[in-house]
């Protein structure tokens, strides 16, 4: 969604689209996602110059509000591995912009939806992917298939879909997950291997 500047000058009509210099290419708007989901953020420079590190935010009201889901991601990345939060709405919305002075690389999508799964049940895919206890207080233990001692990262995210926490070098196929200092509430985790997604689940703490 761009914004756009409409003059009318000695009888001329001119559309000025102002921050058009990156296109926010997905979401676009009117999708359906559930709280947990994975989704792949893409973006596109249509003007290059100046060009810095991008933030990504996210808002459930519709634009008033903006939270941040990434901040300074690499001037060369055009997408990002986002995980929906976990707060229902229908009017959720990205923001891409970029750190350039000019402040001129920003584009925002149209509303989408965010639907809630209460469900705790993890992905089915072979992997074996188990949780206990589950919810937890203290202390939690994720178990799954790893025979071959491959190495694996864990990426855990709070409800808001923010990374809160990365185990990167999980070569067994157990993980004692710490509750420490994090609040009451729905988590997220994501497997992968060989940098590849294998498998996600949800973590309650009480």
């Known amino acids: 969604m761009k914004t756009r500047l409409i003059l009318l000058l000695s009888g001329f009509l001119f559309v000025l689209q102002t921050n058009a210099h990156v296109n926010l290419v997905s979401p676009a708007g009117g999708e359906v996602f559930n709280t947990g989901d994975t989704v792949n953020i893409q973006w596109e420079i249509v003007i290059s110059h100046n060009t810095e590190n991008w933030d990504l935010f996210f808002s459930g009201d519709g634009g008033i509000t903006w939270n941040p889901i990434e901040l300074d991601i690499t001037e060369d990345s055009l997408n990002y591995q986002w995980v929906v939060p976990g707060t229902p709405t229908s009017v ?115």
Request: net charge negative; aromatic share 12%; charged share 25%.
């Open 92 to 206: 959720g919305q990205i923001r891409i912009v970029m750190d350039n002075v000019g402040n001129d690389y920003e584009d925002f999508s149209e509303n989408f939806t965010i639907e809630s799964v209460t469900s705790i049940s993890e992905s089915k895919n072979g992997f074996g992917l188990k949780v206990f206890p589950n919810p937890m207080t203290e202390n939690t233990v994720i178990t799954f298939a790893n025979p071959d001692s491959e190495r694996h990262i864990l990426i855990f995210y709070n409800s808001e879909g923010k990374k809160i926490r990365e185990m990167t070098d999980v070569k067994s196929d157990r993980v004692l997950f710490k509750r420490n200092n994090l609040e009451s509430g729905m988590y997220f985790y994501h497997l992968f291997s060989k940098n590849e997604f294998r498998a996600s689940g949800k973590i309650i703490i009480e």
